[in-house]
């Protein structure tokens, strides 16, 4: 059982802000309704439902097991959890309700019916949003019996708010409105079979004609960071898939379901200094590799199956084993496989001062490595920095860099040139891609990454102060591997209330299939500070082309990857 660090009880509070945000077409969706863009005042909301009420396989609510109406639980309780956990009015221990209406849940965060007997095939893991009430339960989930549903409603009490599960739970959230949750059955008849959303709209929705639900289904994630934006008298939550739905007097109300998405997850997923994080994806394990290193080494390596659980996994270099030809300034690393096999390339300074590219070979992607002995890129007049591999449709490898010219009040080109077979030559003349010429850029761009998409080359890459707010992420796209690109314009990644600086990206498949990004950012007011930038994965739409990242980087609980 994988068991996923406890989540801090975090207020997750709607307020309003201003926003200019233009309206998204909303792309069809599933479920109970169909997605049908509504027309003025810059809103996409869902199309008609199927009827009010109407829900969708294991999202119909229900009161089985047991549970007297307006049962209440204790802040904290979830239901079940640890030895000696209670829930009033709600399924306990059996489903049976005990004296003075109180249920106690059994241990280990598993509760159900059958206590006595053999665990029944079909149980239920409910994950909790990051605003659960929870004290002494250190788990943010609840692994319960039978299949167990949830209608998507959040009912406000007081300052909090709560849901109202099948099994009859009532989970606590802190906030009004404040309930995220994600349902994932195992071995459940009548269970859904893919991932799905429900976002359930609260009383002040001006919901549009013909659209008797409180609510919309969408097949895969959907995800917001439910701020209120304002737009006149009234306000709006945006969506992941452009879709705006409005409130009066700007009471924003919006709570989440998920069903079959895997649980959920909460930033950083990596919360100590990994600035740069490199990330490869070889079968269904990624490896990631992070600027500097420690006692044991020079970059240190981590792996993971889900983007989200990393696991330390020895080094590029373990102590002593480091290039001779550098003697430090060891960042941005990344390994990529290349002709059969796995190359680690890196920025270092070498013994006569200047910043070059260097590489590595290995027979995996955790080594171990031998360095080339020399440079793979080094100018005597100017450093180079930030490398990455990419090929193009045919399989051809290409590498690209930054020259380092704000070290020198110069401009910052991006280069890519051809490699050799094996990647660890260049053949070819090399070529600019981009440089620092729009106005948010400031005084550099570096971090370039390529992948490739629907017949489009993307060139991701950082720019401006890695220190400040400014530094942040921008796209281009060509249709050839060297370009022409052509810029996307506005960055597509930037600073925001809870991190400062988000940048130098990978981006990969997540397990879901989703494009996830890989970045590195700051806390908020702790910029600088001794736990340094850490790593954050957010997911990628695209839509005309380009690739967006929706409500980030952000800091509530999202589907895993």
Same mark, same amino acid.
């Given at each position: 059982m994988?068991?996923?660090?406890a989540?801090p009880?975090?207020?997750?509070?709607?307020?309003?802000?201003?926003?200019?945000?233009?309206s998204?077409s909303a792309?069809?969706?599933t479920?109970?309704?169909?997605?049908?863009?509504?027309?003025g005042?810059?809103r996409?909301?869902?199309?008609?439902?199927?009827?009010?009420g109407?829900?969708?396989?294991?999202g119909?609510?229900?009161?089985g097991g047991?549970g007297?109406?307006g049962?209440?639980a204790?802040?904290?309780?979830?239901g079940?959890?640890?030895?000696g956990?209670?829930a009033?009015?709600?399924?306990?221990?059996g489903g049976?309700?005990?004296?003075?209406?109180k249920?106690s849940a059994?241990?280990?965060?598993?509760?159900?019916?059958?206590?006595?007997g053999?665990?029944?095939p079909?149980t239920?893991?409910?994950?909790y949003?990051e605003?659960?009430?929870?004290?002494?339960?250190?788990e943010?989930?609840?692994?319960?019996?039978?299949?167990v549903?949830?209608d998507?409603?959040?009912?406000d009490?007081?300052p909090?708010?709560y849901?109202?599960?099948?099994?009859g739970?009532?989970?606590?959230?802190?906030?009004?409105?404040?309930c995220?949750?994600?349902?994932?059955?195992?071995?459940?008849p009548?269970a859904?079979?893919s991932c799905?959303?429900?976002?359930?709209?609260?009383?002040?929705?001006?919901?549009?004609a013909?659209?008797?639900?409180?609510y919309?289904?969408?097949?895969?994630?959907?995800?917001?960071d439910r701020?209120c934006?304002?737009?006149g008298?009234?306000?709006?939550v945006?969506?992941?898939?452009?879709?705006q739905?409005?409130?009066a007097?700007?009471q924003?109300?919006?709570s989440?379901?998920y069903?079959?998405?895997?649980?959920l997850y909460?930033?950083?997923?990596?919360p100590?200094d990994?600035?740069d994080?490199?990330?490869w994806?070889q079968?269904?394990?990624y490896?990631?590799?992070c600027?500097?290193?420690?006692g044991?080494?020079?970059?240190?390596l981590?792996?993971s199956?889900?983007l989200v659980?990393?696991?330390t996994a020895g080094?590029?270099?373990?102590?002593g084993?480091g290039p001779?030809?550098?003697n430090g300034?060891?960042?941005a690393?990344e390994?990529?496989?290349?002709g059969g096999?796995f190359?680690?390339?890196f920025?270092?300074r070498?013994t006569?001062?200047?910043?070059?590219?260097?590489?590595?070979?290995?027979?995996?992607?955790?080594g171990?490595?031998?360095?080339?002995?020399?440079?793979?890129?080094?100018?005597?007049?100017?450093?180079? &920095?930030?490398?990455?591999?990419?090929?193009?449709?045919?399989?051809?490898p290409?590498?690209?860099?930054k020259?380092d010219?704000?070290?020198?009040?110069?401009?910052t080109?991006?280069?890519?040139?051809?490699l050799?077979p094996?990647?660890t030559?260049?053949?070819g003349a090399?070529?600019?891609?981009?440089?620092?010429?729009?106005?948010?850029?400031?005084?550099? &761009?570096e971090?370039p990454?390529?992948?490739?998409?629907g017949?489009?080359y993307y060139?991701f890459y950082?720019?401006n102060?890695?220190?400040?707010?400014?530094y942040?992420?921008?796209?281009?796209r060509?249709t050839?591997?060297l370009?022409?690109y052509?810029?996307?314009?506005?960055p597509?990644?930037?600073?925001n209330?809870g991190w400062?600086g988000?940048?130098?990206?990978?981006?990969?498949?997540?397990?879901s299939g989703?494009?996830?990004?890989?970045?590195h950012?700051?806390?908020?007011?702790?910029?600088g500070g001794?736990?340094g930038?850490v790593?954050?994965?957010?997911?990628?739409?695209?839509?005309?082309g380009?690739?967006?990242?929706?409500?980030a980087p952000s800091s509530?609980s999202?589907?895993m990857?």
């Amino acid at each position: 059982m994988i068991r996923r660090l406890a989540l801090p009880a975090v207020a997750l509070l709607l307020a309003c802000a201003s926003d200019d945000q233009g309206s998204g077409s909303a792309p069809p969706t599933t479920g109970a309704t169909a997605g049908a863009a509504q027309g003025g005042g810059g809103r996409a909301t869902g199309g008609a439902a199927g009827g009010a009420g109407a829900t969708t396989p294991g999202g119909a609510s229900g009161q089985g097991g047991a549970g007297a109406a307006g049962g209440k639980a204790p802040a904290g309780s979830g239901g079940a959890g640890v030895a000696g956990a209670q829930a009033k009015g709600g399924a306990g221990a059996g489903g049976k309700a005990g004296a003075g209406g109180k249920a106690s849940a059994g241990a280990g965060g598993k509760a159900g019916a059958g206590q006595g007997g053999a665990a029944a095939p079909c149980t239920t893991r409910i994950t909790y949003g990051e605003s659960w009430i929870h004290p002494n339960h250190p788990e943010p989930f609840d692994d319960a019996d039978g299949l167990v549903t949830w209608d998507g409603a959040c009912v406000d009490d007081g300052p909090n708010s709560y849901a109202v599960l099948s099994n009859g739970w009532k989970p606590y959230f802190s906030g009004h409105s404040a309930c995220v949750i994600a349902l994932d059955a195992r071995s459940c008849p009548g269970a859904p079979t893919s991932c799905g959303t429900r976002v359930s709209y609260g009383a002040a929705w001006l919901a549009p004609a013909g659209h008797p639900a409180r609510y919309d289904d969408v097949g895969g994630r959907l995800v917001s960071d439910r701020v209120c934006r304002s737009d006149g008298a009234e306000g709006y939550v945006a969506l992941s898939n452009g879709w705006q739905p409005h409130f009066a007097n700007k009471q924003c109300a919006v709570s989440l379901r998920y069903t079959q998405c895997g649980g959920l997850y909460q930033n950083p997923v990596v919360p100590t200094d990994c600035p740069d994080p490199g990330v490869w994806k070889q079968g269904d394990t990624y490896t990631m590799a992070c600027t500097g290193g420690d006692g044991g080494g020079l970059y240190v390596l981590r792996t993971s199956k889900d983007l989200v659980h990393w696991k330390t996994a020895g080094h590029v270099f373990p102590s002593g084993s480091g290039p001779k030809w550098a003697n430090g300034s060891f960042w941005a690393p990344e390994i990529h496989e290349v002709g059969g096999q796995f190359v680690a390339y890196f920025s270092a300074r070498s013994t006569d001062g200047v910043l070059s590219i260097g590489a590595a070979t290995g027979p995996t992607p955790l080594g171990p490595f031998k360095d080339l002995g020399k440079p793979l890129v080094h100018d005597a007049s100017m450093g180079m &920095i930030d490398v990455s591999e990419f090929e193009d449709a045919a399989g051809k490898p290409y590498l690209v860099w930054k020259a380092d010219g704000n070290a020198q009040q110069k401009p910052t080109p991006i280069y890519g040139q051809a490699l050799g077979p094996d990647g660890t030559s260049l053949t070819g003349a090399r070529v600019t891609l981009l440089t620092n010429d729009l106005g948010w850029e400031g005084p550099l &761009i570096e971090a370039p990454w390529v992948i490739s998409r629907g017949g489009y080359y993307y060139l991701f890459y950082s720019a401006n102060a890695y220190y400040n707010g400014t530094y942040a992420v921008g796209v281009a796209r060509a249709t050839s591997p060297l370009g022409p690109y052509t810029k996307h314009g506005a960055p597509i990644l930037t600073t925001n209330l809870g991190w400062v600086g988000p940048g130098h990206c990978s981006v990969v498949v997540g397990p879901s299939g989703q494009d996830m990004m890989v970045y590195h950012a700051w806390r908020a007011g702790a910029v600088g500070g001794n736990n340094g930038r850490v790593v954050l994965v957010d997911g990628l739409e695209w839509s005309g082309g380009w690739p967006s990242v929706p409500a980030a980087p952000s800091s509530g609980s999202r589907p895993m990857p």
